[in-house]
C-alpha cells in the first residue's frame, strides 16, 4: 500500500513560464533515457547512485530557475531515493517552490518508501507527477491583485506611523524652536501665539 505523506500545499499553482517551458520540451524521451541510458531494464532496481544527480543538486535543480532536464533529472533522483528510504520527503521539500513540492508529494504517495523501487516504475511515477504538476492551474490575477493590495495597505500602514511619530514629535520640536531664541523674541512669539488662541500669557515666578 502507498505511503502518503502530505504536506501544506493549499493551492498550489504553476507560473505560466514554466508550463511553456514543459510543454516546449519533449518530456517523456528524456525521462526514458534518464532511467533507461545505463542499460537497465523494466524489471532492475534502479538506484540513486544510477541518476546522474545528488541530493545538493537535486534540490538546486527543482528550487532553482528552471532547466527543464534538470528539474527532470532532480526530480527523478528524489524520488528514487525516497523510494529506497534515503531521504523524507519534509526534508526534499524544504524551502522549494510549491510547485516542486507539489510533485515531489504526488510522486511520493505512489510507492512505499523504503521497498525500493524498479526502472520501469520509477519512469511511470516520474511522469505522473509531472503530469499532476503541469494540470496545476497558472496563479489568478485575483491573487496578484490581492498581493499588491496587501503591499499598498502595509506602505500605507507604515506611512501613517511615520506621520503619527512626526505628530508625537512636533510639539517637542516647537518647544525646541521657541526656547533656541534670545529671550525677549521667545517671549514675542508666545504673546503672539497666546493672542491668537484667545489666551493672555502669564509669567510665572520660579520657585
Known amino acids: 500500500m502507498a505511503n502518503i505523506i502530505r504536506t501544506d500545499t493549499k493551492s498550489p499553482t504553476l507560473p505560466k513560464a514554466q508550463s511553456k ?3 516546449a520540451f519533449q518530456v ?3 525521462v526514458q533515457s534518464l532511467v533507461f541510458g545505463k542499460g537497465l531494464s523494466p524489471a532492475d532496481t534502479i538506484r540513486p547512485s544510477d541518476i546522474g544527480m545528488n541530493a545538493h543538486a537535486a534540490k538546486s ?4 530557475a528552471v532547466s527543464v532536464p534538470g528539474f527532470i533529472t532532480g526530480l527523478c533522483w528524489s524520488l528514487c531515493a525516497l523510494a529506497h528510504g534515503q531521504k523524507k520527503l519534509s526534508v526534499l521539500q524544504e ?6 513540492a507539489y510533485a515531489l508529494e504526488h510522486g ?3 510507492f512505499k518508501h523504503g521497498a525500493g523501487i524498479t526502472a520501469g516504475s520509477l519512469e511511470t511515477v516520474v511522469l505522473a507527477s509531472l503530469k499532476a504538476m503541469l494540470a496545476l492551474p497558472a496563479p489568478s490575477k485575483r491573487l496578484a491583485d490581492a498581493a499588491a493590495a496587501d503591499a499598498a495597505a502595509a506602505d500605507a500602514a507604515a506611512a501613517a506611523a511615520n506621520a503619527a511619530a512626526e505628530t508625537e514629535q512636533a510639539p517637542a520640536n516647537f518647544v525646541r524652536a521657541i526656547t533656541a531664541l534670545p529671550h525677549d523674541e521667545a517671549e514675542q512669539q508666545l504673546r503672539a501665539i497666546a493672542l491668537a ?7 510665572i515666578k520660579a520657585a
Open 28 to 30: 517523456e524521451p528524456f
Open 197 to 203: 488662541l484667545g489666551f493672555r500669557l502669564v509669567r
Open 95 to 100: 524551502g522549494l517552490p510549491v510547485a516542486s
Open 108 to 110: 511520493s504517495s505512489l
Open 61 to 64: 535543480a527543482l528550487g532553482a
Open 21 to 23: 517551458l514543459f510543454n
